[in-house]
């Protein structure tokens, strides 16, 4: 596979030979930040395009077909729309948190896009504890989410944003466990390394039953991380009209719907890295010309991808079920899955440890 | 017939009977919870099913006519009381007996000023609190400066009164609706699940609810005291307004009562044509049902799905009326215009696709796990309750009460029509969501025995320009998509109604919420709200 850090060593080294090493981090800091925030808006501007228009194929509608061709400026449209909307402001909300709240929820998204591999060497850091990290801060967006709510002061919102914390903070033990799982069987927590370790076999095909149970439990706790449909809970329009985000306008709702858009994409990317080879493209073991030509395809197209065709079926969910109840929702996740995980962690671990895998 | 009135005059000697088509008996006021209980426990009678109540100003007097059904004899009966004075009427309450005589007589007090003695909630229902006047009344002061539109925000109590009789005097005590410590949530009156502007006052403990305080009259238009101005082929437009997805049904229910005072021979075509527009009705509203319920459940793409069939069906009655929604359709006599060409052919390509449609319905949501633990043993309402509180229609058959008129009191041609009555016992949403499945395949089945059999002939009868009911009452039974709406017309002999009232099912729909949330959690409450279907332009009226 090309490997894009030749391209970046060159830029650093070009910087680096007529400028002092301070401004040359600051310019490589300035163009990663520009280059991820224009990588980040867009791509949530196709997530809302591709979703309107797969809901609509569901739904036997044609989607958004009047702003430019197939309707694809109609996202665009929505977000000047919401650039240029006024922010309402409350008059018994704590005016601090309120304004806060859509920040911390979007830097939460932003810290986790940023350290997606998107191609061999294409990636801001590769650090040892990559996927730790992803987690970590993937976390922080709940407690935008609560504080959103709380200080709304309004009650639709506190009750969307409660319901929000209790499953965020549930689900996150399934996600942590079937990551495990994975970092289990990679031996390694550095993105990188696992990436590379599916060079041959993507993990799904090559960890057994155990990378498949993980698979699917990650895919359902993902989707609940992500606040969507039939988890959608903490928004459910029927019930609470938009929950917690009920009181916020103009580029502060915009905040949030951004960050809907794009922990969908993190999602089904991380799915990606840790169930099917990141940006490795598809390899079979001993169809050596196959292989040739699926390398010709770049890392990049593979997991963009991958992490899209996974959203399909994350968003296939949300317009197939009806929503759970909060009870439902919640002894799903701790009478069900998460035994079920440990179970697997163990499988995981034997399996490792005897060395029964491809 | 005259069994009811024997065993009656055996207790109560006092009582006058007035013979019509309903057996009328006349009660001093003081004994109507006496009569009324008599008529409930008396194992010969057993009028349990408490239709409506209707309040009446005979001028002179204040009252209230009240209607019984027998579920289990199929026989009803009738009784009126009346008291003197216009500034403090007071009747015993008979909410103590049947739980939805509270909410009537309520209605009754809003609109009539008559207080119910003992009744706990003796708020006024459709008006707002600092309303001046009671409107039906005959003396009413319709100026519009006596009642001003408020630019306050909205008043409203917190407490409830219940007046009492206490040595000869009226004591008026206020119950608080809440305790202080309640964590209360406003559901509506702007609110994606309460299907119109209905507003749930919602205590909640977490997200377990405590205890519900509906809250009617946002859209209450005055549709019984526009009727007594108007004369009576114009009252008939207010039909299509009140539950707008059963226009047809209303419509019919008015005009056969009419046509039942004024005595009209309906042609034989405009029957069937009526029974068949009331079926399509049946068959979109329930569609529309389906597809709202489910995207109250979150499950957004269903509404689509049945939409689909609705779309289908509207535009065959745009072809055949001329509008897509308040149709205006039938008339005093027969109906307004000849069928569309194309009805019989559209009307067979429904039903064509309406089998396929059906099963998706079934493959997408109701087989579907999620739905099941959404649905199954929520808001459940014992047949005992469903009949106490009147819930009828597709939701008081899903706690298996065969409560429809189709087949208790058949009007039209339905004696002569095949079709079952589907009754379920479960009583939970997920019953009232199979039963309407269901009836959508009953109607189908009703609409083929009869759309190659339509007769030639009138469309219409041949009926006065200006029609003058005689003196007298008549009371009418149909079958809406939501259950039985019942119509009351009283007429001093001129060409307007004295009195028009309305006795809607959506209203018992709304009032048993609160009995039936009890416990469940804020979402329960959506799914049953949804499950009961009720539509809110019929609840105000």
Same mark, same amino acid.
């Given at each position: ?21 301070w ?12 280059g ?19 809901c ?40 601090f ?34 996927i ?52 289990v ?17 993507? $993990? ?104 899209i ?7 296939? $969910? ?16 701790w ?7 440990l ?16 | ?8 005059a ?12 309903? !057996?009328m008996?006349?009660i ?6 006496e ?44 009784f ?10 007071a ?11 509270g ?37 009413y ?14 008043? =409203? ?7 009492? !009789?206490?040595?000869?005097k ?81 419509h ?58 609705? #779309? ?15 149709f ?5 006599g027969?109906? !307004? ?81 095949d079709? #079952? ?20 395949? =009953? ?5 083929? =025995?009869?759309?190659d ?36 017309? #009283? ?33 329960d409450?959506?799914?049953?709200g ?12």
């Amino acid at each position: 596979m090309f490997d894009f850090s030749i391209i970046t060593e060159w830029l650093n080294n070009l910087l680096n030979s007529f400028l002092p090493g301070w401004l040359t981090t600051t310019i490589e800091c300035v163009l990663i930040g520009v280059g991820l925030l224009l990588v980040y808006a867009l791509l949530a501007l196709f997530y809302i395009y591709y979703e309107r228009k797969l809901c609509a194929a569901f739904q036997c509608r044609l989607g958004p077909d009047r702003v430019g061709p197939w309707g694809l400026l109609q996202s665009f449209a929505d977000m000047f729309k919401m650039l240029i909307k006024e922010l309402i402001s409350l008059n018994h909300v704590d005016k601090f948190l309120f304004a806060l709240a859509p920040y911390l929820v979007i830097i939460a998204s932003m810290l986790a896009f940023a350290v997606l591999p998107w191609g061999n060497g294409l990636q801001i850091i590769d650090f040892n504890i990559g996927i730790f990290f992803l987690i970590a801060v993937s976390s922080i967006g709940v407690l935008g989410i609560l504080l959103a709510g709380w200080s709304s002061n309004n009650k639709f919102t506190l009750i969307g944003a409660l319901r929000s914390g209790a499953q965020m903070v549930s689900y996150e033990l399934s996600v942590g466990l079937s990551v495990l799982t994975m970092v289990v069987f990679a031996g390694s927590m550095s993105i990188g390394d696992i990436v590379q370790a599916q060079d041959h076999l993507w $993990f799904l095909f090559s960890g057994h039953i155990p990378a498949i149970i993980a698979f699917i439990i990650y895919l359902i706790a993902g989707t609940a991380e992500t606040n969507r449909g039939p988890f959608d809970l903490p928004e459910a329009e029927s019930e609470l009209t938009a929950g917690y985000h009920t009181e916020y306008s103009g580029i502060h709702f915009g905040f949030f719907y951004l960050a809907e858009y794009l922990n969908l994409f993190i999602v089904s990317g991380t799915a990606a890295l840790l169930f099917l080879g990141g940006w490795m493209p598809f390899h079979i073991p001993g169809w050596e010309s196959f292989n040739h030509i699926m390398d010709y395809i770049p890392g990049v197209i593979w997991f963009i991808g991958k992490a899209i065709a996974l959203s399909f079926v994350i968003i296939w $969910f949300k317009w197939t079920y009806p929503r759970l109840r909060i009870d439902q929702l919640l002894s799903l996740e701790w009478k069900y899955l998460l035994p079920i995980n440990l179970f697997n962690l163990v499988l995981m671990v034997l399996i490792v440890v005897y060395g029964i895998h491809l | 017939m005259a069994n009811i009135k024997d065993i009656v005059a055996e207790r109560f000697s006092q009582a006058s009977v007035e013979e019509g088509e309903i !057996m009328m008996f006349d009660i001093p006021s003081e004994k109507v919870h006496e009569f009324a209980q008599f008529l409930r426990d008396e194992k010969e009678l057993a009028f349990d099913y408490l239709v409506t109540i209707v309040g009446m100003d005979w001028g002179e007097r204040l009252g209230c006519i009240y209607y019984l059904t027998s579920t289990e004899h199929k026989t009803h009966v009738a009784f009126k009381t009346s008291v003197e004075g216009r500034e403090h009427p007071a009747i015993p309450s008979i909410s103590d007996l049947w739980a939805i005589a509270g909410i009537f007589e309520r209605e009754v007090y809003d609109f009539f000023g008559i207080i119910f003695l003992n009744n706990p909630d003796m708020r006024r229902l459709f008006l707002s609190v600092d309303w001046v006047g009671y409107p039906l009344r005959k003396d009413y002061d319709m100026n519009d400066k006596a009642n001003e539109v408020s630019i306050e925000n909205e008043r =409203q109590t917190d407490d409830t009164y219940e007046y009492t !009789m206490k040595d000869g005097k009226i004591v008026k005590t206020e119950h608080a609706v809440f305790k202080p410590e309640d964590f209360v949530v406003n559901i509506g009156p702007q609110h994606p699940a309460t299907h119109g502007v209905l507003r749930f006052r919602t205590a909640v403990d977490g997200e377990t609810i405590k205890k519900i305080d509906v809250y009617m009259g946002y859209i209450h238009r005055g549709v019984e005291k526009l009727c007594e101005t108007l004369a009576y082929p114009q009252t008939l437009h207010f039909m299509d307004r009140l539950d707008y997805f059963s226009a047809h049904n209303y419509h019919h229910g008015l005009c056969l009562c009419i046509e039942k005072a004024a005595n009209i021979e309906v042609p034989l075509r405009a029957q069937y044509i009526r029974v068949i527009m009331d079926e399509l009705s049946r068959i979109a509203s329930h569609c529309l049902f389906i597809g709202t319920f489910c995207m109250d459940l979150g499950a957004t793409t269903m509404l689509f799905y049945t939409l689909r069939v609705r #779309e289908q069906i509207l535009d065959i009655m745009e072809k055949t009326c001329g509008a897509r929604m308040t149709f205006n359709y039938d008339c005093i006599g027969g109906v !307004m215009a000849d069928l569309d060409p194309d009805f019989v052919k559209d009307v067979k390509d429904l039903l064509a696709t309406l089998p396929a449609n059906i099963k998706e319905y079934n493959k997408l949501f109701t087989g579907n796990v999620i739905t099941k633990n959404r649905m199954i043993g929520v808001g459940h309402l014992s047949r005992k309750d469903a009949i106490s509180w009147s819930v009828t229609g597709p939701s008081g058959r899903a706690s298996g009460w065969a409560c429809d008129v189709r087949k208790t009191d058949p009007y039209s041609i339905y004696p002569e029509l095949d079709f #079952e009555q589907v009754v379920m016992t479960e009583g939970d949403s997920y019953a009232r969501f199979k039963c309407r499945v269901a009836e959508i395949e =009953q109607s189908a089945h009703i609409i083929e =025995q009869i759309i190659d059999k339509i007769p030639e002939g009138d469309y219409c009868a041949k009926v006065p320009k200006v029609l003058k009911l005689p003196e007298g009452r008549w009371f009418q039974l149909v079958e809406g998509c939501r259950g039985v709406f019942g119509i009351y017309i #009283e007429s001093d002999g001129s060409t307007k109604p004295y009195r028009l009232k309305i006795a809607p099912p959506c209203l018992p729909l709304a009032a048993v919420v609160d009995h039936i949330t009890e416990g469940q959690k804020i979402a329960d409450l959506i799914t049953i709200g949804g499950s009961l279907d009720y539509i809110v332009p019929d609840i105000d009226r």
